[in-house]
């Protein structure tokens, strides 16, 4: 019913920078926290940054000062600029959103994206 397809992922050096998207689609009402999380092989998922939906957001520290969330409502997306990427960045990034409410449903539901690979190598 809900779909989350990231992108903008890919092959960067370090110091470079990328910008990842999602957009999330289906017959959505409204969402509560957008954001971002990322694994890298053989780790746990953790946390990238967040975004209410008043614009509120939250950083791990790994990515303050480097990284920027940002989202669009009216569209139901979220973005994540990184610059000044590191080897330790790499990591299959997904998207999630929560607190989604379906047009018709009084429940309210989290979504995940596929994931993105970034990878940052010379």
């Known amino acids: 019913q809900v779909q989350l397809v990231e992108s903008g992922g890919g092959l960067v050096q370090p110091g470079g920078s990328l910008r990842l998207s999602c957009a999330a689609s289906?017959?959505?009402?409204?969402?509560?926290?957008m954001g971002w999380y990322r694994q890298a092989p053989g780790k746990l998922r953790e946390l990238v940054a967040d975004?209410?939906?008043?614009?509120?957001?939250n950083y791990a520290d790994t990515g303050k000062g480097r990284f920027t969330i940002s989202r669009d409502n009216a569209k139901n997306m979220v973005y994540l600029q990184m610059n000044s990427l590191k080897s330790e960045d790499t990591a299959v990034y997904y998207c999630?959103?929560?607190?989604?409410?379906?047009?018709?449903?009084?429940?309210?539901?989290?979504?995940w994206g596929q994931g993105t690979q970034v990878t940052v190598s010379s």
């Open positions: 289906g017959s959505i009402f409204s969402i509560g926290t």
């Open positions: 999630y959103s929560s607190d989604v409410v379906l047009r018709g449903s009084r429940f309210s539901y989290q979504y």
């Open positions: 975004i209410s939906t008043g614009g509120n957001t």
